[in-house]
């Protein structure tokens, strides 16, 4: 229907609506089994029977299958159906692992989908966009992104970025006008709000007019469904590596092949063998075990309300070496309290904390009654006049719904006995512009109850001073002199000393026909009435987090609109500002060029009084000196610093659509604590990722030197090739996935920042793998020669007795793997998924042994007692080794 056609009262017949009611909860089930869920349909998933076919594409698997069926053909059926059955478990393994990612990776973007403010049953209350029916009434504001298709029936100086539809790079100012035009464009729909743009200024109501598909979002779905997913590039490398590790371990197995054959073992045998070891080998598994520690270690921010937009976030997380943070909010409890108030040189202060709105006013220590007080009562009716604020009951507490400055200005103004419908019934609002972060305040239009119209003007205090002419003093109004506008910025600094944010209120009286068209026209010739100051007090989290932070190496910078004495205040208790560190304002900012700010920015700690364009540059400037960037935002014009940083942060809570959709890290709970916790799990990650790389490619190097070592020996071979398919199968799965899930070291907040080129095999990765590889086939190959030099003739016996040296060796050495320093270094039953994976892959060992119908299929004989000492101490002494080597060059 052109419902851009219509006015709204006939829309919202149309549609069955109510715009001051909203839609009822039973209305809002009817219409949804009428017009389904509010979403896009997505492109074809892979289905769960093709996506486990495909964990059987690998080439080495169906070189297996195809090992397997020569096997079947000259009759060798036991060893045939023992080999595929090894393949259907291992693809079952994949595949779980697979579905258990993608889960993972829908509920992330479940968490981070958009919200919607909408009308239901009288009331306002943020729900899902998913949610939202045909028919509902939803309120938006500067940086929220439109949830639905929506005919505006209210708008105050409402404009929307469109280009994702229409091309045009410049916001289109919105209207509630019909449009008479027929055929109009897009671009043209003036009154019309659309699924996807964002809102950059004012804000408005609308009622949905298309949901889902019906949108026009809905015709460019193809281009979100065919978004490709792209690897990190920890993946990308480890995919590369992989590809080296095939040719290597390829060259290895036929050298192991050839030397067969040379000494004497039939091609058929040496064949099998060649291919098991192959596929034993090659570590084709890391890419998708990365996946899977990437998708868990990102399940465990979320637990720690962090929600990882893009992937390789995660890798630059343990990279991080400046965190520019935004105070408010996300260092401090973001709770503004009013606690002093000054107007025309008296001072008041107010008792209370939080959102209760119960407190009592004093004047030098005496209590007073506010509306007694005519300066002091008129600061707080226009701090409620000019203010969007609601204050609601939720658990037994008083919370805000709106900005928290303007709560504490709401909250102020209670405590003197005022409520917002008392106001309204002595004031007509008019007009309204919205505040803006360049302006650095907000404006209504108001008339009276005696039909005299003013406006009113609340912002930051110095703009308000500039922009004054007069100020309110002892009640009488006077002109603003120079010594006047002195004993005001006096007053200011003296709250601000006291980490108190000041908020100032000006007005000014119009002549009865005055149209006011424009904020510019509206925010001059002012008279100054006063100031609120407010504290919001620092988390009690966040000085720890601040220092566990410096430890890192990761310096801490605060970035705030506040004043630099209040900035410096908070920055002092949270131990930011300490020693030779320096506090720029955004007055010297905008004097200074990239390059210049670069020459001081690694001394600055605070940057106050900065507007968000300020972030971009502050960015640039620690990026030249070669750091990785992590930067905090909420706003609209938060969002090209959010995307230019190395991680960009937006707040969960307070954060815009528009700063979610910039930023590669969500946090839930606006936190700075949390920025420290994810980069703790971001090293974390990194480090789980080093450790099963290193415990998976020493095992197959042992794997394959044993098999090297005996064929260059001419000995028979050590391990059938069930038995080297079950080790893989056996002590690779399990064990290295429990890595992915260890907790981190004692001293990984203790370490430098891990440098962002740094290859998987830096700090000596490399010849650990080696090094441990060579002595696990040399411990397997000396079990095997102890057991086959004593009697030659029980070869299955010496294989049985390589075959669990192998598998315990493998299994102690995974503990070594938790440390860069020694198995010693941790407890070991820190990491139980760990413990319990050990303990099943024995178990799993000792069956294949001791089980008779399994001992024909895996070649095997029961081990007996005094052998098991031969195997148990072998298999200990790569690890001890090692760690005795580490202890006597550390006493040196």
Known sequence: MMFHEMKEKDVEKVLNSNIDQGLSDSEVEKKRKQFGWNELQEGEKQSALMLFISQFKDFMVLVLLAATLISGLLGEYIDAIAIIMIVLINGCLGFFQERKAEKSLNALRELSAPQVVVLRNGEWSKIPSKEVVVGDILKFSSGDRIGADVRLVHTANLEIEESALTGESV????????????????????????????????????????????TAMGKIADMIQNAETMMTPLQRRLEQLGKILITVALLLTLLVVIAGVVHGHDLYTMFLAGVSLAVAAIPEGLPAIVTVALSLGVQRMIRNNAIVRKLPAVETLGCASVICSDKTGTMTQNKMTVTHLWSG?????????????????????????????????????????????????????????????????????????????????????????????????????????????????????????????????????????????????????????????????????????????????????LTFVGVQGMIDPPRPEVKQAIKECHEAGIKTVMITGDHAITAKAIAKQLGILKGKSKVIEGSALNEMSVDELENVVEEVSVFARVSPEHKLKIVKAFQNHGHIVAMTGDGVNDAPAIKSADIGIAMGITGTDVAKEASSLILLDDNFATIKAAIKEGRNIYENIRKFVRYLLASNVGEILVMLFAMLMSLPLPLVPIQILWVNLVTDGLPAMALGLDKPEDDVMKRKPRHPKEGIFARKLGWKVVSRGFLIGLVTLLAFLTIYRKNPDQLEYAQTVAFATLVLTQLIHVFDCRSEKSVFNRNPFGNMYLVWAVISSILLMLIVIYVPSLQQIFHTLPIIPKDWLLIVGLSSVPTFLLAGSLFVRKKE
């Open 345 to 525: 040189g008296n001072t008041w202060t107010v008792s209370g904390t939080g959102y209760h709105p119960k407190g009592n006013f004093y004047k030098d220590k005496e209590e007073i009654v506010p509306h007694k007080e005519k300066s002091l009562y008129q600061l707080l009716t226009f701090g409620l006049l000019c203010n969007h604020a609601e204050i609601q009951m939720k658990d037994d507490e008083f919370i805000i719904d709106g900005d928290p400055t303007e709560g504490a200005l709401l909250v102020s103004a209670m405590k003197a006995g005022m409520t917002r419908e008392s106001i309204l019934k002595q004031f007509t609002i008019e007009k309204e512009f919205p505040f803006d972060s360049t302006r650095k305040m907000m404006s209504v239009v108001v008339k009276d109850k005696n039909g005299k119209r003013f406006v009113i003007t609340k912002g930051a205090p110095d703009v308000l001073i500039g922009l004054s002419e007069s100020v309110l003093w002892d009640g009488k109004m006077q002109s603003l002199s120079l010594e006047l506008q002195r004993g005001i910025q006096s007053s200011i600094e003296n709250l601000a000393s006291k980490a108190l944010r000041t908020i100032a209120v000006a007005f000014k009286p119009l002549q009865e026909y005055t149209n006011i068209m424009h904020e510019s026209e509206a925010e001059k010739g």
């Open 171 to 214: 916001p289109a100012v919105k209207t509630i006008d019909p449009i008479t035009e027929k055929n109009a464009s897009l671009g043209d729909l003036t009154n019309m709000a659309f699924m996807g743009t964002m809102v950059t200024r004012g804000n408005g109501v609308g009622i949905v007019t298309g949901i889902g598909m019906n």
